[in-house]
């Protein structure tokens, strides 16, 4: 619930070799997301947001830079918060879609 107040969300545990958290939260209202190197555990959807524009990857020395950019340069921030909920629009309905796919294929045993 707190993203929707956001302007912009760095997602910890991406810094440091933790696996990183899951920004699909952020990114679903329209909140530009940044996250460090290490998104091991969303390695798929942190692609898929930088891919799309809705989320950039930084270093601690890229960071603030980053962050200051998006906060203060509007058609940047728009660009990325449009982008984020976009794919997260796409994406919506991909477990139903996987568990219809399963249930196919058990059928066919």
Request: aromatic share 4%; hydrophobic share 45%; charged share 20%.
């Amino acid at each position: 619930g707190c993203y929707s107040a956001a302007r912009l969300a760095f997602i910890g545990g991406s810094l440091a070799a933790e696996g990183g958290h899951n920004p699909l939260e952020a990114a679903a209202q329209g909140v530009p997301v940044l996250f460090g190197p290490h998104t091991d555990d969303f390695a798929e959807i942190t692609r898929d947001l930088t891919e799309c524009g809705g989320a950039k990857r930084v270093t601690e020395a890229s960071l603030a830079a980053t962050a200051a950019l998006i906060l203060t340069d509007e058609t940047v921030h728009a660009a990325m918060s449009n982008a984020a909920k976009r794919l997260v629009k796409q994406q919506r309905g991909a477990a139903a879609r996987h568990l219809s796919a399963i249930n196919l294929l058990l059928r066919q045993d």
